[in-house]
């Protein structure tokens, strides 16, 4: 759906304790999407180690909300080195047509690197990259550098199910009275 993986290098890093580092993106008009996972290169991922990665909302303005509405099952850890971690959703999540959302990405215990390739590599795919913040959970800065990830969803597609015009249901709803008293009179006489 977005990213920027494979990386063309992996020269630079963002430390992740205990900081948070989140990047924006917008899903474009039309269907909705089913995440499938996340994939995050990540460097010195040790035993002991908890990533927290999450979907958060966004409020309107440059940094992510404080609503998840998808967390992660974290991969296992494959100690010092550079690897692709691949984190599954813990329950079903729809990305929903034309809304923003943030990957936000901090340690709840523990300390690793998110790698970021050196120029910076823009994610790219159906969804748009909108903002990139880096701070504390609390207090958020701009941030130049685009970490490796990538996310992965599956297009929903097929009607789109649509509430139907209250001029619809006002018509319908006429119509069924108006055969219920055509019914109602030829009962009577």
Do not use: C, H
């Not at 790698?115 to 790219?124: A, G, H, L, Q």
């Amino acid at each position: 759906m977005i990213g920027n993986l494979p990386p063309n290098n992996d020269s630079g890093f963002t430390t992740i304790s205990p900081s948070v580092k989140a990047t924006a993106f917008t899903l474009p008009a039309g269907n909705n999407y089913s995440l499938d996972n996340a994939i995050l290169r990540l460097g010195n991922y040790e035993s002991g180690d908890v990533p927290l990665v999450q979907i958060r909302n966004d409020v309107g303005g440059s940094n992510p909300g404080s609503t998840v509405l998808a967390s992660f099952t974290n991969p296992t850890a494959q100690g010092s080195g550079i690897f692709n971690y691949t984190f599954t959703p813990t329950a079903p999540f729809t990305f929903i047509a034309g809304t923003k959302y943030w990957l936000s990405f901090q340690s709840s215990s523990g300390n690793f690197v998110w790698r970021f390739s050196v120029p910076s590599t823009t994610p790219t795919g159906i969804a748009t990259s909108s903002g990139n913040r880096f701070g504390n959970g609390s207090s958020f800065s701009n941030s130049s550098l685009f970490n490796s990830f990538q996310i992965n969803a599956t297009e929903i597609t097929g009607p789109v199910a649509s509430t139907p015009e209250p001029t619809a249901i006002a018509a319908l709803s006429l119509f069924g009275l108006g055969l219920l008293g055509v019914k109602g009179r030829r009962n009577e006489g």
